[in-house]
């Protein structure tokens, strides 16, 4: 079993900063991907960044340029560091490590991007 723990988000005005962590635990193994995805309200649950265990990345089209993902194989620990953020970053951001086929989330944690 994997637990995630999420720490960061908030309420930030556009243009902005927010840094999210995450931090797993359990059987995590050292083969996997972390990352992050979000939710925003009435819409699907998309991926916005992912990190290999061997550091290969993905961004989706809107993070590129403004977000940076990172992890310390170390402390288990995934990092989202959100730049120059805008109204519709706003959302549910979910912390997901993907091993061996299965998906673990974390509890999920607010972003808000305010006009």
């Known amino acids: 079993q994997v637990q995630l723990v999420e720490s960061g988000g908030g309420l930030v005005q556009a243009g902005g900063s927010l840094g999210l962590s995450c931090a797993a635990s359990?059987?995590?193994?050292?083969?996997?991907?972390m990352g992050w995805y979000r939710q925003a309200p009435g819409k699907e649950r998309e991926l916005v960044a992912r990190i290999s265990s061997g550091g290969t990345i993905y961004y989706t089209n809107s993070a590129k340029g403004r977000f940076t993902i990172s992890r310390d194989n170390a402390k288990n620990t995934v990092y989202l560091q959100m730049n120059s953020l805008k109204p519709e970053d706003t959302a549910v951001y979910y912390c997901n490590v993907l091993r061996g086929g299965l998906n673990y989330w974390g509890q999920g944690t607010q972003v808000t991007v305010s006009s």
């Open positions: 359990g059987s995590i193994g050292s083969m996997n991907f």
